[in-house]
């Protein structure tokens, strides 16, 4: 038996986005042969880019942009 504890209040923030979107996009693109993807490598770069790297939210009322680490 062991006992396990997890700091899970800062486990995401830590990952380089710039370089997991790369990863992301070389091993989407490394693994499908016949891809049905109709984007190229740059167009998925860029969606990922948008939807991780302009995330708002809204707390207490008032907008907010995500500066810094991913939305979990």
Same mark, same amino acid.
């Given at each position: 038996?062991? =006992? *396990?504890?997890?700091?899970?209040? &800062? =486990?995401?923030?830590? #990952?380089?986005? &710039?370089?997991? @979107?790369?990863?992301? *996009?070389?091993? #989407?693109?490394? &693994?499908? $042969?016949?891809?049905?993807?109709?984007?190229?490598? @740059?167009?998925?770069?860029?969606?990922?880019?948008? %939807? $991780?790297?302009?995330?708002?939210?809204?707390?207490?009322?008032?907008?907010?942009?995500?500066?810094?680490? *991913? %939305? @979990?």
């Amino acid at each position: 038996m062991f =006992l *396990v504890s997890y700091d899970g209040t &800062s =486990l995401f923030t830590n #990952i380089p986005l &710039s370089e997991t @979107i790369d990863l992301a *996009v070389n091993a #989407i693109f490394d &693994s499908n $042969t016949e891809s049905h993807l109709k984007l190229s490598k @740059i167009q998925l770069k860029e969606l990922f880019n948008f %939807a $991780t790297s302009h995330t708002h939210f809204l707390f207490n009322g008032c907008f907010y942009d995500q500066i810094d680490g *991913v %939305a @979990i």
